[in-house]
């Protein structure tokens, strides 16, 4: 089994051993494993914060306008969707309703 990072939060590194122990991951894996799991603290993080702070704050201008962390927390709510499917390991999901990339093209 690889390394567990320490950085991680202690609910973020049993999730990544458990995977670690599940799965059958090579270095690229084992990256993109990392990237997700700092994506689920980013996003907890920006919870937290949004929690304490609320979904709003005023600028400098007094008018009302979104909390900053609210983007965060979106982005690594897609960030993270986006490598749990790369690593594939949400293949007991829907079927795949995108058609398949050509050539390595993104759309």
Do not use: N
């Amino acid at each position: 089994m690889k390394r567990t990072p320490m950085h991680l939060q202690p609910q973020t590194r049993r999730w990544w051993r458990e995977i670690a122990r599940t799965y059958e991951l090579e270095s690229h894996h084992v990256r993109l494993l990392i990237l997700a799991c700092e994506a689920l603290d980013r996003g907890k993080q920006a919870r937290e914060l949004l929690d304490r702070e609320g979904l709003v704050v005023q600028d400098r201008y007094g008018q009302v306008r979104a909390h900053p962390a609210a983007a965060i927390e979106r982005q690594a709510a897609v960030t993270f969707a986006r490598l749990v499917r790369e690593l594939g390991l949400d293949t007991e999901g829907p079927p795949e309703t995108r058609p398949p990339r050509i050539g390595g093209q993104h759309g």
